[in-house]
């Protein structure tokens, strides 16, 4: 019991401020913001450090100074304050209390091999993609330049697109991709843009095309982006000459679908898979839907959160997804801090736990071309990469 003690105690405070000890809340003075500096305190000390004249601010920890116009919304904070809201209150286990599916074959064990970044070198991660061509990892975080490129190998390779007001600065990065010609492709929910890089960093394309707040991004096989829009409820598939810079097309392909967010588009069929984010009639309730659609935009399975309930004993609030080598659907579930497989579209939904313990907020997932599956953690702000044991 003492174990469990300790991590409640942990949970608790990674939920409150570390200078007046109140419990971080969505709004009003206890609405929780970074600094620059990647630490993270309420609005009400944020004010009360600035003075009298609210412009410049020195952290309590690390003392280093920042106007208060540097400040942001700390997003997996809030995000878990509302995943915490609508299950209860505290960050339930619930796959040891289910122990583990049941349902369709277990795929090969997956080892922990290498964590990548952690507090300090990422800054709430957002989003994570792979080159499927050289195996390089591009991150998109809260840090002074927000792309990080790591090789293979675990080191960093590149750092690009700083925070700033200019055409290829980042203000507020949401989701990355990497397509098979080798650029990187960013949602900027700041000025509503979706932004490509080269692997240097030089910002080649910018496309604002009237989005109101494009949100998750996945390359297909030719290079085209598939592309989530949260507010518009709209997916679209974005076509362009990244080489020259040059956009040729960007084609709405579904509409009226509820927030969606993280979306994944497989290699092989072409299907497409997209998370919605559903608020409920109850207050502060939320939940999430997968929904499968063919290479031809048929809605070939959809599954929400009740759904899985009668399959598996604990809510399910899917932050990313992705589709496996073979075809299946992957996603990540912050409710139970875990990667599950919800299986084929056409055996959809199986429910099979591929990692279980060891990550405190999975919000992105990739997988390698050596099938290593990614997982980024904005827990504790790293990348963790698994391979089969």
């Known amino acids: 019991a003492a174990g469990m003690a300790a991590e409640d105690e942990a949970e608790l405070n990674l939920l409150e401020c570390r200078v007046c000890f109140e419990r971080y809340g969505p709004g009003g003075q206890r609405r929780p913001r970074n600094l620059p500096c990647g630490h993270v305190l309420c609005r009400g000390c944020v004010g009360a450090l600035g003075g009298p004249d609210r412009r410049r601010l020195e952290c309590p920890f690390c003392r280093r100074a920042c106007g208060s116009a540097e400040t942001s919304d700390c997003l997996p904070l809030l995000q878990l304050l509302e995943v915490l809201s609508s299950g209860g209150g505290s960050i339930p286990s619930a796959l040891a209390k289910s122990g ?80 098979s010609d080798g650029h990187v492709v960013v949602t900027d929910g700041g000025d509503r843009s979706v932004k490509a890089f080269d692997f240097e960093g030089r910002g080649v394309l910018a496309v604002q095309e009237g989005f109101r707040l494009p949100w998750g991004l996945d390359a297909t096989a030719e290079s085209e982006v598939i ?95 992705a589709f496996d080598r073979e075809g299946r659907v992957i996603v990540t579930d912050v409710c139970s801090q875990a990667v599950i497989c919800l299986g084929k579209p056409e055996e959809f939904p199986i429910f099979n736990p591929l990692i279980s313990h060891g990550l405190s907020y999975p919000v992105g997932l990739t997988y390698m071309a050596n099938n290593s599956l990614v997982v980024l953690d904005s827990g504790d702000h790293s990348i963790k990469i698994y391979s089969s044991t």
Request: aromatic share 6%.
């Open 227 to 321: 592309l989530t829009d949260s507010k518009a409820g709209a997916l679209y598939r974005l076509t362009a000459d990244f080489q020259k810079g040059k956009l040729k097309k960007c084609q709405m392909i579904r509409s009226q679908l509820i927030s969606p967010r993280g979306v994944a588009v497989s290699q092989t069929s072409g299907a497409i898979v997209v998370i919605e984010h559903l608020k409920t009639q109850a207050p502060n309730n939320s939940s999430s839907r997968v929904k499968i659609f063919s290479a031809e935009m048929d809605l070939v399975g959809q599954m929400d959160s009740f759904g899985l309930n009668l399959v598996f004993p604990s809510k399910i609030y899917a932050t990313a997804v």
């Open 100 to 179: 583990g599916g049941t349902a369709g074959p277990a795929p090969a064990g997956l080892g922990l091999r290498l964590s990548l970044g952690g507090w300090g070198s990422l800054v709430n991660p957002t989003g994570v993609a792979a080159c499927r061509r050289s195996g390089r990892l591009a991150v998109a975080h809260d840090g002074k330049k927000r792309i990080h490129v790591f090789e293979p190998s675990g080191s960093c390779l590149q750092r690009f697109g700083e925070r700033g007001e200019a055409g290829s600065d980042i203000k507020y990065p949401l989701d990355v991709t990497v397509t």
